[in-house]
């Protein structure tokens, strides 16, 4: 999976004449690599090109032109980009009023380790959550978490020939035991792994 060099990013004013093309791209691009786990959570995955526009649009908000920030900002997202044998997700955790929100992120403590990918015919992988940070105290989770899921070769090879996947949370707060991924997204998330298996 190509990470991104600061080489390949474009410049404020380049950007701003292609962002309303290249945004629609990646908005259309996200519709297949989101999934929704129960009424409350969602998982967006990511890949090098959700990850190059989160990139861009920092440099732009930010106005970042100068080379530490430009580097800053590479150094803070292309982690987020898989790496060939596995699946990287920003989760979100949606709870609209926020009374209800508090409550629920209090109750919620550990659920960013307790969501899984499920490839037929293996046990469930559970996400690596948050190794750049800790976004959870004593009281409450985040409302937002990073994961990362590490996948076997004989999950890949079987899931690039048709194998199901589904994914689930068991956190005894918010269960969801089992969601079918449908192909579309399914399909999507399968080209992120390009590990090379020949030597397996």
């Known amino acids: 999976m190509p990470h991104i060099s600061r080489d390949s990013l474009i410049t404020l004013e380049a950007y701003a004449k292609v962002r309303q093309e290249f945004r629609a791209r990646v908005m259309a691009h996200k519709k297949n690599r989101k999934v929704h ?52 997700a920003t989760m979100m955790i949606e709870y609209p009023d926020s009374a209800e929100r508090a409550v629920k992120l209090a109750e919620l403590i550990g659920v960013e380790d307790r969501v899984w990918v499920k490839v037929n015919g293996y046990d469930p992988v559970y996400a690596i959550a948050d190794e750049d940070l800790d976004r959870e105290t004593e ?45 579309a997204v399914r399909d999507s998330l399968i080209k992120d792994l390009t590990a090379d298996l020949t030597a397996e």
């Open 37 to 88: 786990l129960g009424g409350n959570m969602m998982l967006i995955f990511e890949d090098e090109l959700t990850i190059r526009y989160q990139i861009q649009e920092m440099l732009r908000i930010e106005k970042i032109f100068d080379e530490a920030g430009i580097q800053d900002e590479l150094e803070a997202y292309d982690p987020l980009v898989p790496d060939g044998a596995n699946w990287k």
């Open 139 to 183: 009281e409450k989770t985040s409302s937002v978490h990073f994961l990362r899921f590490e996948l076997a070769p004989g999950m890949i090879k079987i899931l690039q020939g048709g194998a199901p996947l589904s994914m689930g949370v068991d956190h005894p707060a918010y269960e969801v035991p089992t969601v079918e991924i449908v192909p």
